[in-house]
């Protein structure tokens, strides 16, 4: 089964300018951009390796991951 590329490159390709713009002029953009690339490399190691995590665990982090993007572009779609 092939794995889907959740990077936020690849979820919103549409506002990669405003990622990278919000990266440098808000901190808070700057720390949930990098909680996504934890919670989302995590997921992502956790789904290519095979790694023994129950079904739950997993779940959770993907509700994480899920909370954060939203959040994210809460503030993507801001004026």
Do not use: C, W
Request: proline residues 3%; aromatic residues 6%.
């Amino acid at each position: 089964m092939e794995l889907l590329n959740h990077d936020l490159a690849h979820e919103f390709p549409q506002l990669i300018g405003k990622i990278r713009s919000l990266k440098l002029s808000s901190s808070r953009f700057l720390h949930l951009f990098n909680g996504y690339d934890e919670v989302n490399n995590a997921i992502t190691k956790i789904e290519q390796d095979g790694s023994v995590i129950s079904d739950e665990a997993l779940e959770e982090m993907k509700k994480k991951r899920l909370k954060i993007k939203d959040d994210i572009y809460q503030m993507l779609i801001a004026p």
